[in-house]
């Protein structure tokens, strides 16, 4: 099975929500973030938490991260590739592109 790429761009997460993909959306930014703006079906789980709350996270199912311009998702990505999530993917861009070229009434910061 080949590895899937680290990113995925917010126009295919934008594909695979419209399609009613079984997928998880986390949001990995801080909650005062999160109340900014957030992409409606995300699940918020911030970077500072992830390490003890993997457990939460579905390991039968692709999931996807995003966080404000994509370093940290990146980060949290490849973490969680380490920890055996083999099927997990980094929005690229974060919220601000999916804010730019998705759904312009998500508030940019």
């Known amino acids: 099975m080949p590895e899937i790429d680290l990113e995925i761009s917010?126009?295919?997460?934008?594909?695979?929500?419209?399609a009613g993909e079984d997928f998880a959306l986390v949001d990995c930014r801080?909650?005062?973030e999160y109340a900014i703006a957030k992409i409606?079906?995300?699940?918020?789980?911030?970077?500072s938490e992830i390490q003890n709350r993997v457990h939460e996270l579905p390991?039968?199912?692709p999931i996807v991260v995003h966080c404000h311009h994509g370093g940290r998702s990146l980060r949290v990505t490849q973490w969680l590739r380490q920890q055996g999530f083999a099927a997990v993917q980094s929005m690229a861009?974060?919220?601000d592109a999916w804010s730019q070229r998705i759904d312009p009434a998500v508030p940019r910061y």
């Open 10 to 18: 917010c126009e295919n997460v934008k594909a695979m929500l419209d």
């Open 30 to 32: 801080e909650a005062d």
């Open 40 to 47: 409606e079906s995300a699940r918020l789980l911030p970077m």
């Open 59 to 61: 390991k039968d199912r």
């Open 93 to 95: 861009g974060g919220i």
